[in-house]
């Protein structure tokens, strides 16, 4: 089966700048995860769907970052304006359903604000 | 609040050496606990769950609730085992919470 696809891998932006990601998960995975990884740190959850509904979105900055899944399917992270602390790998990952443990994820997007 | 610690950042042994990768968690309640890793231009992904018991690759981790710990362990080290070894628990409705992540290096 194809992974859970993302895009772009690389993106380099000015702060204040606006930026999203998009990501397909794994074709019938009803949950999908987005999380931030900095430099030197373990992945911190940003956001999770169940279908199009968030069931979790507590460590969203959300005076900057927005996301969406409106059918249920792809989903896109927003940063709007980017600051130099948001540089770091985006991750997005998908499972089958909220109750499946394994989390299947994407290659990352590598974001540097300057 | 819950929290996965993984005391290092670099850990390096030689080829054939036994392996120890070092988690420690706090958490109120029961907790599930798994190791994903990360080989080189490749995703993050699953090794093992400690609810399997099983060994994947050849590691195995035990779950010590009195130490609050799930150490990753092989008892022979092999080159392709180089990777970044991370620590998760889930907590709530399948939120994984990750630890800093170990880089273990395979010496030849």
């Known amino acids: 089966e194809a992974g859970v696809a993302q895009s772009p891998r690389y993106k380099i932006i000015e702060k204040r700048q606006s930026v999203a990601f998009w990501c397909n998960p794994i074709?019938?995975?009803?949950?999908l995860y987005w999380y931030q990884q900095i430099l030197g740190q373990g992945p911190k959850l940003l956001i999770q769907f169940q279908n199009n509904g968030v069931v979790d979105d507590s460590q969203l900055p959300k005076d900057r970052f927005s996301a969406e899944r409106l059918k249920g399917v792809d989903s896109t992270l927003k940063i709007q304006p980017a600051k130099l602390e948001d540089s770091a790998v985006y991750l997005c990952?998908?499972?089958?359903?909220?109750?499946?443990?394994?989390?299947?994820f994407g290659p990352g997007t590598r974001l540097t604000v300057t | 609040a819950q929290r996965v610690t993984q005391p290092e950042k670099l850990l390096s042994v030689f080829k054939g050496a036994p392996v120890e990768l070092k988690c420690n968690y706090s958490?109120?309640?029961?907790?599930?606990l798994f190791w994903y890793v990360q080989y080189s231009r490749q995703r993050l992904q699953l090794l093992l769950r400690?609810?399997s018991r099983e060994s994947i690759k050849g590691f195995t981790a035990d779950l010590n609730k009195g130490e609050t710990s799930f150490h990753l362990k092989k008892p022979f080290a092999q080159e392709e085992d180089s990777a970044m070894y991370y620590c998760a628990l889930i907590q709530g409705a399948q939120k994984l919470v990750f630890g800093q992540g170990t880089r273990l290096t395979i010496n030849p």
């Open positions: 074709s019938g995975h009803a949950t």
């Open positions: 958490y109120s309640g029961s907790p599930e």
């Open positions: 400690h609810i």
């Open positions: 990952a998908s499972s089958f359903r909220l109750s499946s443990y394994e989390q299947y």
